[in-house]
């Protein structure tokens, strides 16, 4: 008899596939949007940088002038002892907390709020950001990192700039062990292993070194023991490039 497939155990969400929210530092969200925010505005000092094990970017510690302490994410250029805004009657400068309707077209956003109040959701990985597309009524046109425009209540709050950090990815990690160490932090699964090496009672394609003529993609709605591949793929393989394809037909 075989074993559960890797998706089918981490589906369950047994504790080795969790991540340990025990080994964070910091809960980011935005502080309440009450009524401070939505008439005025609120200074906060940066008063540390924080290296949370739970993200990729800097969290930066923030004081506001009524006292509360309260946790953003870092932007490109963030020093200590700067100062932020937060509210309706921000200045539209980089870093400061404001609602979409106060900031102009065109502008890089990230840290964003899918619904008026959740305290942001969208955009938070190193060096990424979206931009204001264009705005009707009372909602907002972003445009996503990924290229897809979505439409937003022009309530909900963003931070101006772009996430610090960018570039992270192209370092190399130059030896196993840092992948190792890497992975671990968010108690992510490494190695994985590919199909083909694993035997045939662990994997649908394993028990060979080849597909040996069997496909690859697999239906949406296949059973999850079978589920692996190319999950309804509209095309596998290289694609051919255009000028390839013209210059053959030239010939």
């Not at 969400?13 to 910091?26: D, E, H, I, N």
Request: with cysteine.
């Amino acid at each position: 008899m075989g074993k559960r497939l890797r998706q089918q155990r981490r589906g369950s969400g047994s504790p080795a596939y969790r991540s340990p929210s025990t080994r964070y530092k910091v809960d980011l969200q935005y502080r309440a949007y009450d009524d401070l925010e939505k008439a005025g505005m609120l200074r906060a000092k940066i008063t540390d940088f924080i290296d949370d094990p739970g993200r990729d970017a800097i969290v930066m510690e923030v004081l506001y002038d009524n006292g509360e302490k309260g946790h953003l994410l870092a932007h490109e250029g963030a020093i200590i002892g700067e100062y932020i805004e937060a509210g309706a009657q921000a200045k539209v400068g980089m870093g400061n907390l404001l609602p979409l309707y106060r900031i102009p077209d065109g502008a890089y956003i990230f840290n964003l709020e899918r619904n008026p109040g959740d305290r942001g959701k969208l955009i938070k990985a190193p060096g990424s950001y979206a931009t204001i597309v264009s705005r009707e009524k009372n909602k907002v046109f972003v445009k996503l990192p990924s290229r897809r425009t979505i439409t937003l209540s022009a309530d909900c709050r963003a931070q101006l700039g772009i996430v610090s950090g960018g570039g992270r990815s192209e370092s190399p990690l130059l030896k196993a062990g840092n992948a190792f160490h890497k992975y671990k932090t968010r108690n992510r699964l490494w190695p994985k292993n590919r199909g083909v090496k694993m035997s045939v009672y662990c994997h649908p394609f394993g028990g060979k070194q080849h597909h040996e003529g069997k496909p690859t993609t697999v239906s949406r709605g296949a059973s999850p023991g079978r589920k692996v591949g190319h999950i309804a793929a509209r095309s596998t393989g290289r694609k051919k490039s255009t000028r390839a394809d013209s210059e053959g037909r030239s010939r």
